[in-house]
């Protein structure tokens, strides 16, 4: 290259002598210019007959230099068409760790790229949560306010005399007179047993949590003047 030639040329170690010699050309084409009395300055500063040579030197290395520059400039394309292209790699900058407190705005940064726009899943266990959480209380009220489901049995029981000379009505009487929470007596007839013997046949309805069989028959016996005995005729769930 032209610049690569240039390099390794020694012309200008010598400036000072170059730029004497070609002033002394000058004049001797123009003439004598204003000043040209003053002497150049520097180391080896010449006149006479060695200006001249020197001068004549100056041309035949400026015209060898334009020939070999114009040479290179032809060269240079074919030159540069064949030169190996090199890849610039920058070097690796080398990454400083961040400071120890400095490190708790970094991670506060990476929770904030975290941040889930449309809703995390805790979020939605949440608004799950209590969602169920409404329905059961809604579905208490609910259940609270309506009547709870009562078990009922509708019972027939016989209650039989002592003899055909018991008054039945007074009897019949006896027994209504039982009243218990969760009883309450239905209709009734006299059955003939034999020998002009009759049976009480009376229906009651009792809440099973309330009145048991047990508790009924301990209570009608209790009359024992008109009241031999007491069966269950028949009994059913309602």
């Not at 209590?130 to 208490?140: D, G, N, P, T, V």
Request: hydrophobic share 35%; charged share 30%; aromatic share 6%.
């Amino acid at each position: 290259m032209a610049t690569d030639f240039l390099v390794h040329e020694k012309i200008w170690f010598d400036k000072f002598r170059y730029d004497d010699a070609e002033r002394r050309f000058y004049e001797q084409m123009n003439g004598p210019v204003a000043g040209a009395s003053c002497q150049s300055s520097g180391p080896g500063a010449s006149s006479g007959p060695g200006g001249d040579h020197m001068v004549r030197d100056l041309q035949q290395a400026v015209s060898k230099l334009e020939a070999r520059l114009s040479v290179l400039e032809k060269s240079a394309p074919a030159h540069r068409a064949t030169a190996p292209q090199t890849q610039h790699v920058s070097p690796m900058r080398q990454v400083e760790p961040p400071p120890r407190g400095k490190a708790a705005p970094a991670a506060e940064d990476d929770e904030d790229d975290d941040i889930d726009l449309f809703g995390s899943d805790e979020e939605e266990d949440k608004e799950a949560m209590r969602l169920r959480e409404e329905r059961l209380r809604q579905y208490a009220e609910k259940k609270a306010k309506k009547p709870a489901l009562v078990a009922k049995s509708s019972i027939l029981l016989d209650v039989k005399p002592w003899d055909d000379e018991t008054d039945m009505a007074q009897l019949e009487a006896c027994v209504r007179s039982v009243q218990l929470d969760g009883l309450t007596w239905g209709g009734s007839k006299l059955v003939p047993v034999g020998y002009g013997i009759r049976k009480l046949q009376i229906q009651c309805v009792v809440e099973d949590d309330k009145v048991g069989t047990d508790l009924l028959e301990e209570e009608i016996t209790k009359f024992e003047e008109h009241v031999q005995s007491v069966d269950i005729a028949a009994f059913n769930k309602i």
